[in-house]
């Protein structure tokens, strides 16, 4: 049975960082596209970034682009999302999804398997 498990999450202040992980159980992970979303209080689900399964094609929404990075180690089954400068607008639960070999998407119907979240506290 194909897990994700997000780490990483935690209370920083603004301006700091925090390095999530997505690591994939039960199945190699090399050959899913994996999608970063978020969901804040009140507010709809929205993904955040996407990494192909090559790791040749990246995506970033707008609000987070030049401030966060995804990347993966497929040797370790891992995919990281790098965040930096962050913001009190960046405060949510950060959600990691997979889907099957094609380019990462916006629309979260699209990803088969998802973790139960990392919660990203931002304080101002």
């Known amino acids: 049975q194909e897990q994700l498990v997000e780490s990483g999450g935690g209370l920083v202040q603004a301006g700091g960082s925090l390095r999530l992980s997505c690591a994939s159980s039960?199945?190699?992970?090399?050959?899913?596209?994996v999608g970063w979303f978020r969901q804040a209080p009140g507010k709809e689900r929205e993904v955040v970034a996407g990494?192909?399964?090559?790791?040749?094609?990246?995506t970033y929404t707008d609000s987070v682009k030049g401030r966060f990075t995804v990347s993966r180690d497929n040797s370790k089954n891992s995919v990281y999302l790098q965040t930096n400068s962050l913001k009190p607008e960046d405060t949510a639960v950060y959600y990691c999804?997979?889907?099957?070999?094609?380019?990462?998407?916006?629309?979260?119907?699209?990803?088969?398997?998802w973790g139960r979240g990392t919660q990203v506290t931002v304080s101002s």
């Open positions: 990494i192909s399964w090559n790791a040749i094609t990246t």
């Open positions: 039960g199945r190699p992970f090399g050959d899913r596209t």
């Open positions: 999804a997979a889907r099957r070999p094609y380019l990462p998407t916006n629309n979260s119907v699209d990803y088969d398997y």
